[in-house]
């Protein structure tokens, strides 16, 4: 097996940060990305400025790399956008010679099997090469590989603002303006957002930042704002008691805000149905047992977080938690039923194992559908897994993970806001 590389399905930070321990380990390794340049998905909202600071967003193998390079850091202590965690870590590491000539651009993964086996036979599976399959450009081609790290994230697998998982009724259709990203507000798309009645949907930091965008370009237009939970408090986060500040103030400032009357707050609002209307739309859901209309609507800004994509995992043995869809042994740490911490133990390569030998679910796609991954915590997971795969199994059990905790840390969702955390 070893004359195969281990193939990483991803360029995002997390996927180049597993390039950057596996280089460092002299293992082999290719990585496919589905879009045209290192971190696509966050190229997309790269006008966001990240809550956490460089200190706790660049991988300690890729920096090390970095600086032999003759990198100048950042400094610790500032918060960058998304375009500076490209153009000041990402692009870079990218284009060092250890990564560069292995990185294939505009490759999506479509399906992973075993040579000659399918998901059926037991013998040999560990001995035998993954077939990773991809589509380039229209064309069709396969690559052999001894292990497969998975680090697609969610980002390209929003979900729906039906309250149910599914798509509300109308949602689907292709004249809706509805996005399932986070607009460029206050810069490129400042000019349309400024003239039109915006319905924001969702109860992340991505659906406040959006709030707060809105209210930043024109503060005497009402938002709309449609929330799926019952207690609004929930929504606002751990405050003064985030260990990371950005982080707890967005929430305290949206609380502001809609204590000022100057967000029309919808909640707990149920949406079941999308209609036009002459030029606008209504949203048509349940409150308290009724149903409510929101009319008047030109754009529909839906941040209602992601799910993880199966779909190209079919023949292999990979198993996920059944509500959370993330990799099992995390779903306790992270269930948002019970517990709303950023911080998690440390973990690694023996909590993200599968059935499958020598393939791994890591990043945010590792959290399934749970919406508190960290960076650092992906930088964790596959310092791990790269040992486990040089056979450094002492390092692949150490845990080295220092994470801030959120402030909001609650044991369920019962008890009270506490300092302490529960994880
Ligand atoms: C708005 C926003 C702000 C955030 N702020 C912070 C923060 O302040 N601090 C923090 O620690 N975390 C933050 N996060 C969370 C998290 O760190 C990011 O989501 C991060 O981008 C996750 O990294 P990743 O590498 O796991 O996945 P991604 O960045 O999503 O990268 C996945 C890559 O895989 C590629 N891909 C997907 N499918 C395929 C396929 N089939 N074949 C080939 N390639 C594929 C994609 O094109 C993409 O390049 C934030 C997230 C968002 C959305």
């Not at 001995?127 to 052999?144: A, C």
């Amino acid at each position: 097996m070893n004359e195969y590389p281990v193939i990483i399905i991803g360029a995002g930070p997390i996927g180049l940060a597993a390039a950057a321990q596996l280089s460092e380990r002299n293992v082999p390794f290719e990585i496919v990305e589905a879009g045209p340049t290192p971190a696509a998905n966050i190229q997309t909202w790269k006008h966001v400025q990240l809550f956490s600071p460089w200190k706790y967003n660049i991988d300690a193998a890729a920096s090390r790399l970095l600086l032999a390079a003759g990198w100048a850091p950042p400094e610790a202590d500032v918060l960058p956008k998304g375009a500076d965690l490209i153009n000041e870590y990402l692009q870079p590491l990218a284009e060092l010679p250890a990564i560069a000539p292995h990185l294939h651009f505009n490759h999506q993964v479509v399906a992973i099997s075993r040579e000659h086996i399918d998901k059926v036979k037991s013998t040999q599976r560990a001995r035998t090469p993954f077939i990773v399959r991809y589509n380039h450009e229209g064309k069709e081609g396969e690559l052999k590989a001894k292990a497969v790290i998975d680090a697609a994230g969610t980002w390209n697998q929003p979900n729906p603002v039906g309250a149910n998982g599914l798509p509300a009724l109308g949602e689907t259709n292709p004249t809706l303006p509805i996005t399932y990203t986070i607009p460029d507000i206050t810069g490129t798309e400042r000019s349309y957002y400024e003239h039109n009645n915006v319905l924001v949907v969702g109860s992340g930091h991505s659906a406040m930042h959006s709030i707060l965008s809105l209210l930043e370009i024109n503060s005497s237009r009402k938002v709309m704002w449609a929330v799926r939970k019952e207690k609004l408090n929930d929504v606002f986060g751990g405050g003064e008691d985030d260990a990371l500040p950005e982080r707890g103030s967005i929430g305290l400032q949206l609380k502001e805000l809609v204590d000022q009357g100057k967000v029309e707050v919808f909640h707990p609002f149920y949406i079941k149905r999308i209609v036009r209307e002459h030029e606008k739309f209504t949203v048509i859901g349940e409150n308290a047992g009724e149903i409510a209309e929101i009319k008047e609507i030109d754009q529909i800004i839906a941040n209602t977080g992601a799910r993880p994509d199966f779909s190209y995992l079919r023949e292999l043995r990979v198993e996920a938690e059944s509500a959370i869809e993330s990799v099992p042994a995390l779903a306790p740490l992270i269930d948002p039923n019970v517990h709303s911490c950023g911080t998690v133990p440390a973990h690694g390569a023996k909590e993200l194992a599968q059935p499958e030998p020598n393939f791994y679910i890591v990043g945010a796609k590792s959290y399934g559908r749970a919406p508190t991954f960290l960076l650092a915590t992906g930088y964790e997971q596959v310092r791990s897994v790269a040992a486990v795969l040089a056979e450094d199994h002492e390092a692949a059990e150490r845990t080295e993970l220092n994470l801030p905790s959120t402030g909001v840390c609650q044991a369920n969702r019962l008890s009270v806001t506490e300092k302490s955390s529960c994880c």
